[in-house]
């Protein structure tokens, strides 16, 4: 199993369309082979964002973030209003 987590802060008075970015991406995500789930969440203290993948692979999860970044989004827009880069985590399972 593979996870990637994308923690994104907006500026002040952009969190709704943040929000939006997020969910809008993580649609596009549905339907991918190997996506195993898709959240986004909100900090509960807080305006960050995240955003969490779980796929059955790196593999899958790097054709899934291919596919969806062939899609007309905001990207751009959303590096327009937030605070800082996003913070990307990848995570792989340990299996004991």
Do not use: C
């Not at 986004?40 to 790097?62: H, P, Q, T, Y």
């Amino acid at each position: 199993m593979f996870a990637n987590m994308a923690f994104a802060t907006p500026l002040p008075g952009n969190e709704e369309e943040m929000k939006e970015i997020m969910l809008n991406f993580a649609k596009t995500l549905q339907g991918s082979p190997g996506l195993l789930r898709v959240h986004v969440m909100k900090e509960k203290e807080g305006n960050a964002l995240l955003g969490i993948s779980m796929w059955e692979s790196e593999e899958d999860f790097n054709a899934g973030m291919a596919r969806a970044n062939s899609v007309p989004s905001s990207g751009a827009k959303s590096e327009a209003i937030r605070q800082n880069p996003t913070v990307v985590r990848k995570f792989v399972e340990v299996i004991v």
